[in-house]
């Protein structure tokens, strides 16, 4: 039967049904409860499917985020980028910790936070403003615009890692069933 027929049976007033059936009316109030019964299971089997389909959605995301951080520490790094400010009021060099290829995707991207790994990210987020301002021959304000997108685009991704264990945690205590036994009927409300 499909939902909305078996919604139909559990709102008919149980004596009615009695007559119908001519059964009695605890027979009755019997199947009723069992009709629900099935419906919630339905419903519970869609909600535990939806909550798949999001972690599966997740894992891509975070393997895509992995994959992505795998092949920049592939990639060979300068331990320290030393860059002269000029007229220093110190006389120090400002050092930057970034590498060539990171300050040339800040230079050369409209949206350079969306191209970097975390890594990147974060050694961005804590560079003094003034050094990387200076790196990139930039003012401090454009940097200071750069660190806070930065910093927003790592609290994003930090979200989807926490989200993503959420979902493990919660399917860890799920039985699922196998993909032959989900209802292909949607209950109706």
């Known amino acids: 039967m499909s939902e909305g027929d078996l919604q139909v049976l559990i709102d008919v007033p149980p ?6 059936l001519e059964q009695s009316q605890t027979q009755v109030q019997a199947l009723q409860d069992t009709l629900q019964q099935v419906l919630d299971r339905r419903e519970e089997e869609r909600q535990s499917r939806q909550l798949l389909e999001l972690y599966l959605q997740a894992l891509k995301k975070e393997e895509s985020i992995l994959s992505k ?4 520490e592939t990639e060979p790094r300068k331990e320290m980028d030393v860059v002269d400010t000029g007229t220093s009021s ?11 290829q990171t300050l040339a995707a800040l230079k050369g991207k409209p949206a350079p936070e969306l191209c970097l ?6 050694l961005v987020v804590k560079e003094d403003t003034e050094a990387l301002a200076s790196s990139l021959s930039w003012d401090k304000q454009k940097a200071e ?3 806070q997108a930065c910093d927003q685009e790592l609290s994003k991704r930090l979200q989807q890692v926490q989200t993503l264990h959420s979902l493990r945690s919660v399917s860890k205590g799920k039985k699922t069933l196998p993909w032959g036994d989900w209802p292909s009927s949607k209950r109706k409300k």
């Open 145 to 147: 615009a750069l660190q």
């Open 69 to 72: 951080v795998a092949e920049s």
């Open 15 to 20: 004596s009615d049904l009695a007559e119908e």
């Open 90 to 100: 110190t006389g120090v060099l400002a050092k930057t910790a970034l590498s060539d």
């Open 117 to 122: 790994d975390s890594q990147d990210l974060e």
